[in-house]
């Protein structure tokens, strides 16, 4: 959970009227609402704020001070200048919820106020000075403003990424599954990743919300596009979309896309939508942040790689990446200001190529010699295929039925591949009617594989 950062503001208005050079009498004791008179000007600080005083009339303007937070425990005036060789130091005193004192016989000169709050381990926690030039018989006004001493920690984060997705298959006939499975990892672990596949029709997902899930293709044939988007604790993003082809023509088929993706006011939170785009392309940033105080907050965006910004000045600019830039991450800042502090946000994107596509082994021809054998009686089966990509295939026969294989005999004509192989029936225990199922796995060179079973053999 993120610390909330509150700036307080300690406005003081000082007013000084010198008539003389006198140094204050450092044991002098007051009370509240006390005037002190000795032939000079008087700094009061009373209930109602601070006030200066003429020796002649008693009056002058009150000052009024904005009320400290309550783990303030001490608040300490230092005054020194060119004409003060002792600094002037005093600790206020708090009546009635008012820290006040009495400080009187300012030298003129330049002068500078320091003014520090503490807590109750004497940690300092606000401070401000301001320099100043006393003149004799001179009212002097100026305001001071006590700043928090430890800015907020700057906020970072790092979005979640999609490292794989598998598809099987990628074309389907109407009303045939597709089955889904998508792989993510957040590089700031911090608690679940949610999950959403989307649209929500045509088609069905048997859940919506699970990084392994099934889509069933809608009755129309066309082709489709499935986006799945991965959502961390932090409200950051990944998403990626595949396309479906639904056409009666297609059976069914594996594919595995391989895809790699490199995340004083409050911020509450950044978003880039899209987290990984490649050169010369655009993403969305936002980012939400307010201000304690409620004053008016004002934004500024930069980039350690080449970019450019539709407006640097807004939460929502969209960042364009420069056609020339090397791929890798990229490191977006946004400093949230409210004109005095400032809280800094950073989001890490990634600039990568188009992710690369794995498409299953393809069937091109099949063959099996019989339907039906006799005890002991031989099946020959063979298999023709290629890959998309052109690697290489393997295969490997089997069968749960029982029965023996002889050996398997693979060719290679450039892309095509082709293996067979004969099977030989069971030749005691079996009983007329049984049917006998054989497979074959053809797996392509980055291991995705494509299993194909033959017509079930009927025992004579």
Request: hydrophobic share 40%; proline share 7%; charged share 20%.
């Amino acid at each position: 959970m993120r610390k909330k950062n509150i700036k307080f503001l300690l406005c003081v208005l000082v007013i000084i009227n010198l008539f003389s050079c006198n140094l204050l009498d450092q044991n002098l004791e007051v009370d509240n609402n006390d005037e002190i008179t000795s032939g000079s000007a008087i700094l009061r600080i009373k209930a109602d704020g601070i006030m200066v005083v003429n020796t002649r009339d008693g009056e002058g303007p009150p000052i009024i001070i904005a009320g400290l937070p309550d783990e303030i425990e001490k608040v300490t005036v230092n005054i020194s200048g060119e004409n003060i060789p002792t600094p002037v130091i005093y600790d206020l005193v708090k009546i009635d919820g008012i820290w006040q004192g009495i400080l009187v016989n300012i030298p003129a000169g330049t002068a500078t106020i320091l003014v520090e709050a503490f807590d109750d381990s004497d940690t300092l926690l606000y401070e401000n000075e301001l320099t100043i030039t006393i003149e004799n018989n001179k009212t002097i006004s100026l305001n001071l403003t006590l700043l928090p001493v430890d800015p907020p920690a700057g906020y970072n984060v790092k979005a979640p990424r999609i490292d794989l997705v598998n598809i099987s298959p990628q074309q389907v006939a109407p009303g045939d599954p597709v089955n889904l499975q998508v792989f993510a990892h957040d590089p700031e672990p911090g608690g679940p990743l949610t999950y959403v596949w989307t649209p929500a029709s045509p088609g069905i997902f048997s859940d919506r919300n699970a990084a392994v899930t099934t889509w069933t293709a809608p009755a129309e044939e066309g082709f489709y596009n499935l986006t799945i988007t991965i959502i961390d604790m932090e409200f950051l993003l990944d998403h990626f979309t595949i396309i479906i082809e639904v056409d009666d023509a297609y059976g069914n088929g594996n594919v595995a896309i391989e895809l790699g993706t490199n995340d004083f006011p409050v911020i509450y939170s950044m978003i880039a939508d899209p987290t990984r785009i490649n050169k010369g392309e655009s993403t969305q940033l936002s980012v939400e942040a307010s201000d304690p105080d409620g004053d008016e907050i004002t934004f500024l965006w930069t980039s350690d790689l080449d970019g450019v910004f539709d407006d640097s000045t807004i939460a929502t600019p969209v960042f364009t990446i420069d056609p020339g830039v090397e791929y890798g991450p990229c490191v977006l800042t946004v400093e949230v200001s409210d004109g005095t502090l400032a809280t800094v946000g950073m989001i890490q994107i990634n600039i990568t190529p188009e992710p690369e596509i794995n498409l299953a082994p393809v069937v091109t021809s099949a063959f099996q010699s019989a339907g039906r054998v006799s005890p002991g009686g031989e099946i020959k089966y063979i298999i023709r295929a290629k890959d998309p990509e052109g690697t290489a295939l393997s295969f490997t026969w089997s069968t749960p039925d029982g029965g023996t294989f002889g050996t398997q005999v693979d060719t290679i004509n450039g892309l095509d591949y082709q293996s067979e192989i004969i099977w030989t029936a069971p030749d005691t225990g079996t009983t007329p009617g049984t049917l006998y199922t054989v497979t074959v796995s053809i797996t392509d060179a980055e291991g995705l594989a494509n299993i194909f079973s033959f017509q079930s053999v009927e025992m004579q």
